[in-house]
């Protein structure tokens, strides 16, 4: 594994002692706070937009990796290279809650996000009532996070973990709107048949492509509306949330249902957070993850799973299971990550507006 460098040291560091020491006196009037895209004013959309661009602007960190291109591509890369142990398994809510930490305070640290402000997150069933394109997250004005993709009808249908397909969006092209117009990605797209074959030897060469979408209106309505949220949350323990938000079998989960709304890049198991808006449907998912945790006793000490994808082999997972972040951060514990208002975080989430 890539060591720090010494840049990557200090962030690091400095990020873990100031949150630690913040995380101790933590109370719902200091921590940082995490709202709904649609609640978010026009300017502190901006400032989201503004900074994730910042992060394309600023250069890679990531040793040995040429097509690593920037500090926004390095996340991509370290995503990619544990994308077989932290993907529908025990290991997955955890493990993404503090890549997201990471992520968020580098927007703090590196490009001057508002402090008091965490990342956005997107609570699906609120954009149901128009096509997704249409939706104030994706209608391609300078206040989204960019448009569809260039129609493509030719496109076939879109292959998903469990081996089967779902019916293509409305896009598939480039994305030619937005903050995001015609953004050049230098890490090729992998998807899901190198899952069982490990990642090939050229994945660190630069493959130039751009950040296509393929928005999907039946994804986001069947598999991401508020009857399955409810069940989710009623779920009595942790395998039972797992089964309906991280599910790879027969009826998708919200996690992957929501890589399918947006496609394409987002689409790619390993190498998604090149879209921007991989941030916010993890972060809704965190969301979500810290309500079912709040809702009874003793929830954020139940774990279900292994350290492999698929729960194929690999170790039950336990408190005492370490996480590893390579050149973005410190490894840490299951135990650690466990609560957003203790350990080495201090955030909390602002209910969606729901009228």
């Not at 129609?151 to 995001?180: K, M, N, R, S």
């Not at 493959?207 to 069940?231: F, G």
């Not at 774990?303 to 336990?318: A, L, M, Y």
Request: aromatic share 14%; proline share 7%; glycine share 10%.
């Amino acid at each position: 594994m890539p060591l720090l460098s010494f840049f990557t040291w200090l962030l690091a560091i400095h990020a873990i002692t100031v949150s630690a020491a913040y995380g101790d006196i933590c109370t719902q009037e200091n921590a940082i706070v995490r709202k709904e895209w649609s609640s978010l004013t026009l300017a502190e959309r901006k400032a989201y937009i503004d900074a994730v661009l910042c992060m394309l602007s600023l250069p890679a960190i990531t040793p040995d990796l040429p097509a690593s291109d920037s500090l926004f591509a390095d996340f991509a890369a370290v995503h990619i290279n544990y994308t077989t142990t932290m993907h529908f398994d025990g290991l997955f809510f955890s493990w993404h809650r503090h890549h997201l930490f990471l992520f968020e305070t580098a927007l703090h640290e590196q490009c001057g996000y508002p402090a008091y402000l965490g990342l956005p997150y997107w609570h699906w069933p609120l954009y149901a009532d128009r096509p997704l394109e249409e939706s104030a997250l994706f209608d391609g004005s300078e206040y989204s996070l960019g448009g569809n993709g260039e129609y493509l009808p030719e496109q076939g249908d879109i292959p998903t973990a469990d081996g089967g397909t779902f019916p293509h969006g409305t896009g598939g092209g480039c994305v030619f709107t937005g903050p995001f117009a015609n953004l050049n990605l230098n890490i090729m797209f992998l998807g899901f048949g190198f899952i069982p074959s490990g990642l090939p030897d050229n994945w660190t060469e630069p493959d130039p492509h751009c950040l296509d979408r393929d928005l999907n209106d039946l994804s986001l309505r069947t598999l991401l509306n508020q009857e399955r949220i409810d069940t989710a949350l009623s779920q009595p323990d942790i395998e039972g949330f797992q089964n309906w938000t991280d599910s790879y079998k027969a009826v998708y989960g919200m996690h992957e249902a929501g890589h399918v709304a947006v496609g394409m890049t987002m689409h790619d198991p390993f190498g998604s957070p090149q879209d921007p808006v991989f941030y916010l449907h993890h972060t809704g998912l965190d969301y979500l993850w810290n309500k079912w945790q709040s809702g009874g006793e003793g929830r954020r000490d139940q774990w279900n799973g292994t350290d492999r994808i698929f729960n194929e082999g690999g170790v039950e997972v336990s408190a005492a299971s370490v996480m590893e972040f390579g050149f973005m951060g410190e490894p840490v514990t299951l135990d650690q990550v466990k609560n957003p208002t203790a350990g080495p975080y201090c955030y909390r989430y602002e209910e969606p507006c729901v009228e």
